[in-house]
């Protein structure tokens, strides 16, 4: 009858369900562990989300595109530097460069972005909606630019030239192999040691970020810009300066979080930042967008989250665990984990 096909199902799908539970038991340090190096990713990126939206009360949706030029930097000093045939030492100083010019490129556009595509706004007084506009086209334009950058070399004669650079304009560009990626184990948990340095480098720049926003001159004016612009600008703070100096923070955060993504992905593409971007801000949001600190709890509970979640349910799960965790967390708590602003972070 028709009731066996469907009888057969149910017993299918709840055998997948339990090998999928036996699974996630039987790994949940390993899973809780990769977790907490995507999640220190997003942290790094949604820092440029909270910040800017602490100071100018604006969501800067191009802020995914300072991270994804950020990742072809790291690619393009290793295709460069051939770090494909370096070990030891060298491998280690081409690594370092690799690191320092993600930061740079990630910081560039992040200032370029302020410059273009904000300043002019804010000066005006432009209404929010309009600034968000202006964010989104720029998102598009610096992603297409990557996109096309064989067709932009060709221009000048230069796409033979520059093809390890330029080629494969619109598909997955890889370093793979260039890094080993070994595992230990401690208490009988295989641990890979890519892991551990994403995890360890996002917790201590996210910690020395912390100190200087809330110890430093300018990391005081910042937090005074995003409490009242206008008394901020009375007592001596520049607003404009301090302005470009939180895009260009938020722009080398997103610049370690691409050399990180790099280092334990090892791909990137021209359109990589809108996900990873659309996951960072709800990390943001999740932690309460404005904080510095909530954007860390943010990013680890929404990458242990997403990694427990397709181990139970399938990978195809994973974006939706995400949103419906944020959904949840704002239904309970709409200023997020922590609801602390910017602007009023204890000194």
Do not use: C
Not at 3 to 17: D, K, N
Not at 102 to 119: F, G, K, P, Q
């Amino acid at each position: 009858g028709d009731w066996v096909p469907g009888r057969l199902a149910a017993t299918t799908r709840g055998q997948e369900a339990w090998v999928n539970f036996e699974f996630f038991f039987n790994n949940l340090p390993e899973l809780t562990i990769t977790g907490l190096a995507f999640g220190a990713i997003y942290a790094l990126i949604a820092l440029g989300y909270t910040m800017v939206y602490g100071v100018l009360q604006l969501i800067n949706f191009a802020h995914s595109e300072v991270f994804m030029y950020g990742t072809f930097a790291t690619l393009w000093t290793v295709i460069a530097l051939n770090a494909a045939d370096a070990n030891g030492v060298k491998l280690i100083a081409i690594m370092i460069v690799a690191l320092f010019a993600s930061m740079a490129l990630s910081a560039l556009i992040a200032l370029a972005l302020e410059r273009v595509a904000y300043r002019r706004l804010i000066e005006k007084d432009a209404p929010r909606l309009i600034a968000l506009i202006s964010a989104i086209g720029a998102s598009f334009v610096l992603a297409e630019l990557m996109g096309l950058r064989d067709r932009v070399a060709g221009w000048f004669g230069l796409d033979d030239d520059l093809s390890e650079y330029v080629g494969k304009a619109r598909i997955n560009n890889s370093m793979a192999g260039t890094l080993e990626k070994p595992r230990f184990e401690v208490a009988g948990v295989s641990i890979s040691s890519i892991d551990v340095i994403v995890i360890v480098a996002a917790v201590g720049m996210m910690v020395l970020l912390d100190q200087f926003v809330r110890r430093s001159r300018l990391g005081k004016g910042i937090r005074a810009t995003a409490q009242d612009p206008e008394t901020a600008s009375l007592m001596g703070v520049n607003p404009t300066r301090t302005i470009q100096m939180t895009f260009l923070i938020g722009g080398l955060m997103a610049g370690v979080a691409a050399f990180l993504y790099m280092l334990k992905i090892d791909t990137t593409k021209y359109d990589v930042g809108f996900l990873l971007g659309v996951k960072a801000f709800t990390a943001a949001v999740l932690g309460g967008i404005g904080n510095l600190r909530g954007a860390l709890l943010g990013g680890l509970v929404l990458g242990v989250a997403e990694n427990w979640g397709q181990a139970l349910f399938g990978g195809e799960w994973r974006d939706v665990i995400a949103f419906v965790l944020l959904v949840l967390i704002l239904l309970v708590r709409p200023t997020g984990l922590l609801g602390e602003s910017l602007g009023k972070a204890r000194a």
